[in-house]
Structure formats: structure tokens, C-alpha cells
């Protein structure tokens, strides 16, 4: 009779935990090439890993505009974006979702280094970066959802990271 009931919990066990499992996918998103690497590129884009199949390589997404290195690259789960800033001073948008770039956006006086992002996708932080050193170098603030400049944050020269 023990062996009988420790079978039928076992088998409600193990069912119960294949119908416990989520159908949610976990990818994490990689961006290419640094903005600092100049030999040993492989190509421009995204790399997406399949985080609950061991890592898996599942594919690359070319963007050309990455060509130009970048220098930063955060992600927003809320948006299902992620956010980059290249070595031209470019800050833009790619939709994970619809694979495309939403916008970019270009700004004088210093930007963008490694930028960070609110939870609610709203407001991007981007340093004006280590080679600006300016009366006006720290921050710019931007939309997350159109790429208009909020506002300029000066903090003194050279800001290179940020976290939100």
C-alpha cells in the first residue's frame, strides 16, 4: 500500500510540475561591436541566447547602424525595447517585438555613453561620456518613447556610467 501511494506522489509530483512551468521565454540580448573594438568584429547587431536552453545561441538580428560601435546598451521589459548609443553620438530605440528601430536621435554638446533606463520606459539617462569634458558634460535626459531630449543634467566632466 506504501509503495502504491509513494508511486501516485511521485507521478502527481512530476505532472504537477510540468504544469507549473511557465511558458514564458527568457532571451538574453547581447549588442556588437564595442565602440572600443576595432579588429575581431563579428558583424553588427543583436546576439539573442535562449537563457532557459542553457544558453543557446537562437540568432542574430543585423543592424547596420551598429557599425558604427557602440556604447552602450540597455533593455526595457515594459517597452520590449532595447536602447543603444554608438560612438556617433546616436541614441535610438529597436522594438524586441516588431524587430525595428523605433527612432534615433542625435545630440550636441556630448552623448551618449553607457545610458540606463527607468522600469517604466519614460526617461533614458545617458552620460555625455569620459571624452567630454565640458561646462555642461553629465547627463541628458530623454523620452524613452520618442527620443526627445527632456532636459540636460550637468555633473561635471567625463560621465561615463549610469544606473537607474
Not at 556588437?32 to 573594438?37: N, R
Not at 546598451?73 to 529597436?94: E, I
Not at 536621435?105 to 565640458?134: H, M, N, Q, V
Not at 523620452?143 to 567625463?158: C, T, Y
Request: glycine share 10%; net charge negative; hydrophobic share 35%.
Amino acid at each position: 500500500m506504501y509503495a502504491l501511494i509513494s508511486v501516485l506522489i511521485l507521478l502527481f509530483s512530476a505532472s504537477s510540475s510540468a504544469f507549473a512551468q511557465s511558458p514564458t521565454k527568457r532571451y538574453l540580448y547581447m549588442s556588437t561591436p564595442d565602440g572600443a573594438q576595432q579588429e575581431g568584429r563579428s558583424g553588427n547587431g543583436i546576439l539573442v541566447f535562449d537563457i532557459d536552453d542553457e544558453h543557446k545561441f537562437v540568432r542574430r538580428i543585423e543592424i547596420p547602424i551598429f557599425e558604427e560601435g557602440l556604447r552602450g546598451f540597455t533593455g526595457n521589459l515594459k517597452a520590449h525595447s532595447v536602447y543603444y548609443s554608438t560612438t556617433n553620438h546616436r541614441l535610438g530605440r529597436f522594438d524586441l517585438e516588431k524587430e525595428r528601430i523605433v527612432w534615433e536621435s542625435t545630440f550636441e554638446g556630448g552623448c551618449c555613453d553607457r545610458s540606463s533606463i527607468t522600469l517604466d520606459g519614460k526617461k533614458i539617462y545617458a552620460p555625455t561620456g569620459f571624452w567630454y569634458s565640458e561646462e555642461d558634460a553629465g547627463f541628458v535626459v530623454v523620452n524613452g518613447e520618442d527620443g526627445q531630449l527632456i532636459k540636460r543634467m550637468p555633473v561635471g566632466p567625463r560621465a561615463h556610467n549610469s544606473i537607474v
